[in-house]
């Protein structure tokens, strides 16, 4: 196929609305704006001497204060760093009272006057300013007309440039990059070295470039504060300030080589530190040409089938971890026991092997279930025992329980492979053969030959099966899934999903799925837990719980009509909205006439008629059909009566042709009353 290739992601397409044509009312604005600035550039290039430059570069007065500049932007760097990263980290990572105040206080070199910022140090530094006669009496250490008096004026002014470039990073990195990277078992300085500085490098050179242009450029405060002294203090722009009386041609040269360097930092930030880079790496088209052909990745997707089948992960107290294939772990090594309080309270055992699906309502403590067994959130707290070991007091990097989180959060500067290898690398196995491993369940997963690439020359689904294949060769004896297929379309989803089950089918430890999605649970599961405002409101096999739902958002949520009432008599139940439902004789209805109850009707247990059904079914109303939706090869048909609540049907296509059904069909709803499932609430 020769069309053009789909990217696939949102924003793609982005750009396509400037180039449909820029307003004037903007565009004329914006052009004098561009010509102001551009004006007094052009102003220094059109009046610059030529001929004469490199002489007036290259005059003792200019190279000294070219040196000087250097050392003096060199160090304020270094005194910025110094100060700058550790304050920018308090401020994203920290809270702590008055964290606004601290933030206007750094970003006021910003907007302050460099003169007054120089009144304000001489105050606080100079000699006869707050600190200055003990500086000078302790350390002997004078500012004002010393190489570190400009020092301080260029770090006091330029600071605030890091500090906002590192904040606004560290807070748009997201934790559960960090998070992962500590449920894959690396401690807090190794999570730190290959995850968080290597995400944070960009932001950091940007910030760091920016300060120490800034830092050569200062003038103001420096003048006032370390005053204007040949060989200690006269940077560059103290000497174009001199020049300018003296010889305005050599001042214009000196200008042109200040002004050359601010632009190649702008230069090289705006191609190497903005995202340039990345923008690059997702244009490349990725090896091999299949990915162009298949941009959703189905190719590989049927693969999984006849691949290898997974062996179960060596989990083994004490097992050297990545020394070749292992035994599988006995089966009560990695049992479950739980006993979790806060926000979620129950207790939680599961025999190792097993698959439990979580679900609820919005806010009902799934993620803080998987926050709390990681030992990652304050607002629950899990005694948990994996395989008979306490793992309570345990860090998150050594309680083996590996984590998944929505977005898979793949390290977005590693390849498949190395993200993959992660687990094994933090566990100490050599990097050969940590790849080889990680290759190996690449290939299980059927993304082998996607190994090279980066998390974003993935589709959503080969990076689901990436997170998915480096949580399972870090071996956890715990594997929490949070939604692993909430973000794939619903062909990709079914497709994951069948991997999935083949792979967690061979897991030997316990697995926590959340999911809002009903198919997931009673097809992934061999327990579907169903929490609701912290509690555990259900914990059984998925048929039981489809059939005696405890709650009704859980009937809602596993796709029946679950209507609440109270028991009424002879086998009857009154519906909450209105209307009486008749149940099979022999339905006990507990705990007794008048209690609350749940009657919940498989919608494959509605029948449609366009004529009133004679004979045995019990329930019968009068109805409109509202909506048809196709679900797999099934139809769902939502009907609503005046005498019940509104009512889902499945019927197949070809029932629904014969009836003719469409919006606004009057039709009757037959439900015999054998297919009433009543459940005391
Ligand atoms: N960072 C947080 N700080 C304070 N409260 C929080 C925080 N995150 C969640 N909560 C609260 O904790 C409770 C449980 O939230 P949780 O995220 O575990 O629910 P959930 O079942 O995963 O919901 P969803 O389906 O919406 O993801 C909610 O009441 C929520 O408002």
Not at 584 to 605: D, Q, S, T, W
């Amino acid at each position: 196929m020769g069309g053009p290739v789909r990217s696939g992601r949102p924003g793609a397409g982005a750009g396509g609305a400037v180039r449909r044509g820029v307003p004037a009312g903007l565009l004329v604005p914006a052009l004098v704006g561009v010509a102001f600035l551009l004006l007094p550039l052009v102003g220094v290039l059109a009046r610059t001497d030529w001929p004469s430059l490199l002489h007036h570069l290259t005059t003792p007065q200019v190279t000294q204060a070219l040196r000087l500049s250097l050392v003096v932007s060199g160090w304020a760097l270094l005194l910025s760093l110094l100060m700058g990263v550790p304050l920018a980290w308090l401020l994203a990572r920290v809270p702590f009272p008055g964290k606004a105040l601290v933030r206007s206080l750094v970003l006021l070199p910003m907007v302050l006057p460099p003169t007054v910022g120089g009144v304000a140090l001489l105050l606080a530094f100079g000699r006869r300013g707050v600190l200055g006669p003990w500086l000078e009496s302790t350390f002997g250490l004078t500012l004002p007309f010393h190489t570190a008096g400009a020092v301080v004026a260029a770090a006091f002014v330029a600071m605030p440039f890091l500090v906002i470039s590192l904040e606004g990073a560290l807070a748009g990195l997201r934790p559960s990059l960090e998070e992962t990277a500590a449920s894959l078992g690396a401690g807090p300085l190794r999570v730190f070295a290959t995850v968080t500085l290597p995400l944070l490098a960009p932001a950091l050179a940007a910030g760091a470039a920016l300060t120490w242009a800034r830092a050569l450029g200062e003038f103001g405060a420096t003048i006032t504060f370390a005053g204007n002294l040949p060989g200690a203090t006269q940077t560059l722009p103290l000497q174009v300030y001199l020049l300018l009386q003296d010889s305005p041609e050599a001042a214009t040269s000196v200008s042109l080589l200040l002004l050359v360097i601010a632009m190649a930092v702008l230069v090289a930030l705006r191609g190497r530190w903005t995202g340039g880079a990345v923008r690059e790496a997702r244009a490349t088209p990725p090896e091999g040409a299949a990915a162009a052909a298949d941009p959703a990745g189905f190719a590989d997707l049927g693969a999984p089938e006849e691949g290898p089948t997974l062996e179960k992960p060596p989990i083994r107290p004490g097992a050297e971890v990545g020394a070749g294939p292992a035994p599988a772990p006995a089966a009560e090594e990695s049992d479950l026991r739980a006993e979790l309080t806060g926000y979620t309270r129950f207790p939680l055992t599961a025999p190792a092997g097993t698959t439990i699906a979580v679900v609820g309502p919005n806010g009902a403590g799934k993620t803080t279930l998987l926050s709390a067994l990681l030992g990652l959130t304050p607002r629950a707290h899990a005694e948990v025992l994996l395989g008979g070991r306490d793992v309570t007091r345990l860090p998150t990097h050594r309680r083996e329980v590996a984590w998944v989180p929505q977005d898979g959060a793949l390290f977005p500067h590693l390849s498949a492979l190395a993200n993959t290898a992660y687990g094994l690398r933090a566990r100490g196995v050599p990097r050969a053969e940590a790849r080889r491993q990680a290759r190996e369940w690449l290939t299980r997963l059927g993304v082998g030959e996607l190994a090279g690439r980066r998390p974003a020359q993935l589709s959503g689904g080969q990076a689901q099966r990436v997170a998915l294949a480096r949580a399972l060769a870090a071996r956890p004896r715990l594997l929490l899934l949070d939604e692993p297929l909430a973000a794939l379309d619903q062909t990709t989803r079914a497709r994951v999903r069948h991997t999935l089950r083949r792979h967690l089918a061979g897991f030997g430890g316990v697995c926590l799925i959340v999911t809002h999605d009903p198919v997931e649970a009673v097809s992934l599961a061999d327990r579907v837990l169903v929490l609701e405002g912290g509690e555990a409101v259900q914990d059984a096999p998925p048929a039981e719980v489809t059939r005696h739902p405890r709650s009704p958002w859980v009937a809602r949520m596993l796709g029946g009509n679950a209507w609440e009432g109270a028991a009424g008599p002879d086998g009857t139940v009154e519906l909450a909205g209105g209307g009486l439902l008749t149940t099979a004789p022999g339905e006990a209805i507990p705990p007794g006439p008048g209690a609350p109850v749940l009657a919940v009707i498989a919608p494959e247990a509605v029948s449609l008629h366009l004529a009133r059904p004679e004979g045995s079914p019990r329930n019968v109303w009068a109805g409109t059909v509202r909506e048809l939706t196709a679900v797999g090869s099934r139809l769902r048909v939502l009907v609503t009566s005046p005498e019940v609540p509104a009512l889902v049907a499945e019927i197949t296509p070809a029932a629904a042709a014969d009836l003719g059904l469409t919006d606004g069909t009057r039709v009757w709803t037959a439900v015999k009353a054998t297919e009433v499932t009543v459940v005391g609430l």
